[in-house]
Antibody
């Protein structure tokens, strides 16, 4: 079954870091870029960046540069997104999304991980 | 990179048609034919409905169609059904600018 499965919900203190994982199955993990998108409560979708599983190359949205790190472990078909220096504004559902090869769209999404930042 | 502009909400009766606009700039919507649309039911994974402005993935109803004119893309849903009630987001490739992709502000579709 082709799917992306997220790690569980997280609660973090302001200033902390969080790492969210996304395990891919049912397709060749290294054949598709993996993107991260977030949605804050009551807000829209926000693109954060991508990691290229085959090489580990990354590109981050300007807003998150210096604070986000996207990695992958090809041995377990898993992508990771780590966000540091968390504030309450980072409270959101974080989604991984597979890019359709060559078509610049996101054809497979996970159900997301809720990250709550609260003291 | 500013979000693409969509109407906050659109409503219509079952069986009618609606069109959702998505306005960007020449650096994103107007500069590429990589506009896609996503349906999002809260609590679920977003679903790709349209890609490359007009194309439908396999399995998506032909009641959904896309178009583009200049810096504005549009999603039309014809024969509105109860299950179409959801949030809809456009997204455009914006490569060459500060960010690779930009999403729209989102539109809540209500089926009356």
């Amino acid at each position: 079954q082709v799917q992306l499965v997220h790690s569980g919900a997280e609660v973090k203190m302001p200033g902390a870091s969080v790492r969210v994982s996304c395990k891919a199955s049912g397709y060749t993990f290294t054949a598709h870029f993996m993107h991260w998108v977030r949605q804050a409560p009551g807000q829209g979708l926000e693109w954060m960046g991508w990691v290229r599983p085959r090489t580990g190359d990354t590109l981050y949205a300007q807003k998150f540069q210096g604070r986000v790190t996207m990695t992958r472990d090809t041995s377990i078909n898993t992508a990771y997104m780590e966000l540091s220096a968390l504030t309450s504004d980072d409270t959101a559902v974080y989604y991984c999304a597979r890019e359709s090869s060559g078509y610049k769209n996101f054809d497979l999404w996970g159900r997301g991980t809720l990250v709550t930042v609260s003291s | 990179q500013s979000a693409l502009t969509q109407p906050a909400s659109v409503s219509a009766s079952r069986g009618q048609s609606i069109t959702i606009s998505c306005t960007g700039t020449s650096r994103d919507v107007g500069g590429h034919n990589f506009v896609s649309w996503y349906q999002h039911h809260p609590g679920e994974a977003p679903k790709l409905m349209i890609f490359e402005v007009t194309k439908r993935p396999s399995g998506v109803s032909n009641r959904f169609s896309g178009s583009k004119s200049g810096n504005t893309a549009s999603l039309t849903i014809s024969g509105l059904q109860a299950e179409d009630e959801a949030d809809y987001y456009c997204c455009s490739f914006a490569g060459g600018t500060t960010d690779d992709y930009v999403f729209g502000t989102g539109t809540k579709v209500t089926v009356l």
